[in-house]
């Protein structure tokens, strides 16, 4: 590894930010991070656990104080509903409406399946070491942050 290799894999995570912008525009009042939230309780759903704000926390590798808020965020614009737990009041499910479901899958699985035929020329491979680059990459620049934030 060079600085100049570390250089060139910022300005690939710059250009990766700049192809996320691409995306098509959201409705008034979503972001993004909506969309991913939407994904991943569907996700956890489909693989039949009922979702609480600490699984979509572990899922996302997010803080619960910002999970909660984002949760709650979507909760208020229709996107989520929150159903006390029959067994403990105290635990709190969070499900996708039908108003999320419309959301996610307009944004999510036609823009992405819309996207495939384009994609064909990326190997498998490549997109799956192009992920875990980025993954690991990111873990590092998180405990140096840490570090930095010692001092």
Do not use: N
């Amino acid at each position: 590894m060079t600085s100049e290799i570390i250089k060139r894999m910022f300005d690939a995570c710059y250009q990766a930010k700049r192809t996320r912008d691409m995306l098509p525009p959201l409705p008034e009042g979503v972001r993004a991070s909506f969309i991913q939230y939407l994904d991943v309780i569907q996700s956890l759903e489909r693989k039949g656990i009922q979702v609480k704000v600490s699984d979509l926390s572990d899922a996302m590798e997010l803080p619960r104080p910002g999970v909660t808020r984002t949760v709650k965020e979507m909760e208020e614009k229709g996107y989520l509903q929150k159903i006390a737990s029959e067994e403990d009041g105290r635990v709190t499910y969070i499900t996708v409406t039908k108003k999320g479901s419309e959301l996610s899958q307009k944004y999510d699985e036609q823009y992405f399946d819309s996207l495939l035929p384009y994609m064909e020329e990326i190997p498998y491979e490549d997109a799956e070491c192009m992920i875990q680059t980025i993954e690991k990459f990111y873990q590092i620049m998180c405990e140096r942050r840490k570090h930095y934030d010692e001092r």
